[in-house]
Structure formats: structure tokens, C-alpha cells
């Protein structure tokens, strides 16, 4: 036992080293690739190839060339210190976009310095994230299998992969128009999200090459900004349940009488009894006579859209999927009656409800876009939460992320309610698609809308 934890350690350990490795290297790869332009990339190989071949000054005269070049980067150095122009950008964003959808939005570069600004080039890039060390240590990568045991053992592929993943959108370079001094330039930047989320900006980068065109100069000028990704979304159509209503809660202000979950009937003489706010003052002034307002009570159409967020960390398709699905439903609100509650576990229970009075369908694809699997929790916590709103359900959408016994049970027990129920269940991409049984349907991750529409 001690000899197996301190092989442990050791193993901790290098798995940490390599884990800072990475860091740095990612790091110094991007700032040399944003520093240097394609044609002083080249040069820095030539530069090196001359340095390498010329160290015998006596056999070759290799050394000359290094000793042209290395006079050539110190006049590429000379001119960044050139002075940079006075810009202001503004970006002018939509109010979301979904995830996998291309998208554009405008940038507005402004000139206010002195001098007219020429040669320049503008990359607005949202903000990424690095992989953590556990995310990196947990990371499992299909491909590991058909690689070599160099590549297993050091796990330089799986952080590529990661970084893949964690990039929220790609982005390029667009050159700016020269600017006279108080000029300006309207950009369209189109962007593709690759993933549900926010997108964070928080500067853009305006380059300038030096005059060799072997290095640039970079300025970021300030350009906050957010923009919320809404998951993407399939096609689907709520099921023929019959529409029962189930009276309102009067928890939610829902009708036109403030504070009531009542609808406005009619107007009737005063009754002994009758509470004095439901007096109409300005129709008894006019008659002479108290008048009343009278009220009938409202029933709504509530369906439930529960969500299994039980998924390890870091999620994977399946998950994703899951997401996905979710807001396909929760976008369905066809009647002006149909209140659409969203019923998912975080750091602790959550229940937002989107429909007449109380929201739009925006505002859950919006907490869609956030949601993040819950690993440390059971399942038994959203079973009660739902079980505690069945009385008022008159219809449950579940998306599951696996079949077990707690999941079977709460299927049972909504059906035993009287509450009709369709579920979904996810499955790997690569999995045998199993027949549908009851209130489930199995659907495969990165097969949605194929087996949707079958």
C-alpha cells in the first residue's frame, strides 16, 4: 500500500508537470503566431537554418547570411516602435444567437487620433477558456485507441482536443480601409458559435504590420460585450394530451385583476359579503348604486419539461443533447393559456415557468443556455421536486440521460397521477437504438432529428 501511493504521487505529479507544459506552450503558440506575420515565420526559419549551418565560419560562409538577417530583425524590432494609431471600436451585437447557427454583428472602428491610419488589421475573438487540470486529468478521447503509446501516455492529443472543445467560436482577421483622422469603418463579422453558453468579448486586436513585414504590432482596444447562446434546437410538436386545465396557483399574478388568479367577468350590485376592493367606485358614483366587479376563475393548460441534468463531469454528448431537446420543447407555447414550467437540479432545485403573464419561451432557452450537469447530487432530489407539482401538470415532457430504476419509478408515478407523459432517453452515438416501450423513446446523441422524425 504505501508503495502504491507513492507511485501515485509520482504519477500525480508528472501528470501536473505535463499539465503546465501544455499551458505554456499553448500560451507562447499563440502569441508567436499573432506576433510574427506567414512572411517572418518563414524568415525566423531561414534565420535559424543559417545560424545552425554557419557556426564554422572557417568552412562555410553561412554565418554571413545570419549575420544579413539577424540585421534584418533588428530593423523589423526598430519599426514597431513606430506610433500606433487612436482607435475606438464599438461592437454592436444581436440580442442572442444558437449555438451552431452562423450569425453577424457589427464593429465600428473610429479614427480619433491626428494621423491617418493605414495597413491595419482588426481580430475580434471572443474569450476562451483553458482546460483545467481536472478536465484535463478526466478528459477520455475515443481516438486514444489508435494512437501510439507516446501519444496515450503523454496526452498532448487530448489537450488539443480539449481546446478544440473550449473554443467558443472561430474567428479571422479582417483588414481595416485607411482612416482619415475622425474617419471611420463599419465591419460585418460573422461568427458560428460552436457551443450553447456566452460568448464574452472583451477587447479587439488591431495590428500593424512593421515596414519589412516581418512582425507586427498589436493594440487591444477595449470593446466589452456579451452574448448569450441559446442551445440548438430540433423539431418537435408537443403530444395530442387533450389539453386538461388545472386551476392556477394564486401564487402568480396571472389575470387582468392585480393579485388574483382570476379572469374579469361582468359588473353586479353589491352583496353583503362582498369584499371592497372588488367595489367599482366610478360605476357607483355614476348609478348610485354600489356596483361590483365580478370575477371566474382561470384554468390553464400546464405542461411540465423536466430535465435530468445527472450527468458526470465534464458532460458529453449525451448531455449536450439532452440540453438541446429541452429547449426544442420549451420553445412550444401555441395557446395564450399554455404555461410551459422547466424543472431541472443544480446547486439546488429549480423551477421557472415561461407563458401567459409569467415570461416568454426566451427566457428558458436563456437558462437552458447555462445549465450545467449536476454530479454530486441524487436523483431523488428532482423526483420530489416534480412529485411536489404534478397536482398542477396536465402534461410532462422528460428528457433523460440514462434508464434505471429511480427514473423508472418517477415515470410510474406520473402516469399514476393521471398525468399523461412522453419521455425521451439518450443514448451514445454509436449505440443500438432500442424499440420504443411505454411513455419512452430512445434518441442517439448526434442522431437527434433522424430519430425524431422516425
Not at 549575420?67 to 451585437?93: C, D, M, Q, S, Y
Not at 359579503?273 to 370575477?295: I, K
Not at 421557472?352 to 403573464?357: C, L, Y
Request: proline share 9%; glycine share 8%; with cysteine.
Amino acid at each position: 500500500m504505501p508503495g502504491s501511493r507513492g507511485q501515485n504521487a509520482v504519477l500525480y505529479a508528472a501528470r501536473r508537470g505535463l499539465y503546465r507544459s501544455f499551458r505554456r506552450l499553448y500560451r507562447w503558440s499563440i502569441y508567436l503566431q499573432k506576433r510574427f506575420t506567414p512572411s517572418g515565420g518563414f524568415f525566423v526559419s531561414l534565420t535559424l537554418a543559417a545560424a545552425i549551418f554557419g557556426l564554422d565560419t572557417e568552412r562555410s560562409f553561412t554565418y554571413q547570411a545570419f549575420t544579413f538577417a539577424a540585421a534584418l530583425w533588428l530593423i523589423a524590432v526598430a519599426g514597431l516602435a513606430a506610433r500606433r494609431p487612436a482607435l475606438v471600436v464599438e461592437r454592436e451585437l444581436p440580442p442572442c444567437a444558437t449555438a451552431g447557427t452562423p450569425f453577424s454583428y457589427r464593429l465600428r472602428v473610429r479614427n480619433r487620433g491626428p494621423r491617418h491610419a493605414q495597413d491595419l488589421e482588426i481580430h475580434d475573438e471572443p474569450e476562451a477558456s483553458l482546460p483545467s487540470f481536472e478536465e484535463f486529468s478526466a478528459a477520455r478521447d475515443p481516438e486514444d485507441e489508435r494512437r501510439n503509446f507516446f501519444d496515450r501516455a503523454v496526452g498532448y492529443p487530448r489537450w488539443l482536443k480539449l481546446l478544440a472543445e473550449r473554443r467558443p467560436a472561430a474567428t479571422t482577421s479582417h483588414p481595416l480601409p485607411a482612416l482619415p483622422p475622425g474617419g471611420e469603418a463599419d465591419l460585418r463579422i460573422e461568427v458560428t458559435p460552436r457551443r450553447r453558453g456566452v460568448l464574452r468579448f472583451t477587447a479587439a486586436e488591431v495590428s500593424r504590420p512593421e515596414p519589412l513585414g516581418l512582425l507586427r504590432r498589436i493594440r487591444r482596444e477595449p470593446a466589452p460585450g456579451t452574448l448569450p447562446i441559446l442551445p440548438r434546437r430540433y423539431p418537435v410538436s408537443l403530444p395530442r394530451w387533450g389539453g386538461a386545465s388545472r386551476r392556477c396557483d394564486h401564487g402568480q399574478q396571472l389575470a387582468l385583476g392585480v393579485g388574483e388568479s382570476e379572469e374579469f367577468l361582468s359588473l353586479r350590485d353589491y352583496r353583503p359579503g362582498d369584499p371592497l376592493r372588488r367595489v367599482h367606485w366610478r360605476m357607483s358614483a355614476r348609478t348610485g348604486r354600489l356596483a361590483v366587479r365580478e370575477f371566474q376563475d382561470e384554468h390553464f393548460v400546464r405542461y411540465g419539461l423536466i430535465l435530468d441534468t445527472f450527468a458526470a463531469a465534464p458532460a458529453g454528448a449525451e448531455f449536450e443533447e439532452a440540453v438541446s431537446l429541452a429547449a426544442s420543447y420549451a420553445t412550444l407555447l401555441p395557446a395564450r393559456d399554455v404555461l410551459m414550467e422547466l424543472l431541472f437540479v443544480g446547486p439546488e432545485a429549480y423551477l421557472f415557468t415561461a407563458g401567459r403573464g409569467v415570461g416568454q419561451a426566451r427566457g428558458l432557452l436563456e437558462i437552458l443556455a447555462g445549465v450545467a450537469p449536476c454530479p454530486d447530487r441524487p436523483f431523488r432530489v428532482l423526483a420530489d421536486h416534480v412529485l411536489r407539482r404534478l397536482d398542477l401538470m396536465s402534461g410532462c415532457v422528460a428528457v433523460f440521460q440514462s434508464l434505471d430504476a429511480e427514473r423508472s419509478e418517477l415515470a410510474s408515478r406520473i402516469l399514476e397521477a393521471g398525468v399523461p407523459l412522453e419521455a425521451f432517453v439518450l443514448l451514445p452515438p454509436e449505440a443500438e437504438r432500442p424499440a420504443p416501450s411505454g411513455p419512452f423513446r430512445w434518441l442517439r446523441a448526434g442522431h437527434i432529428a433522424e430519430d425524431l422524425a422516425s
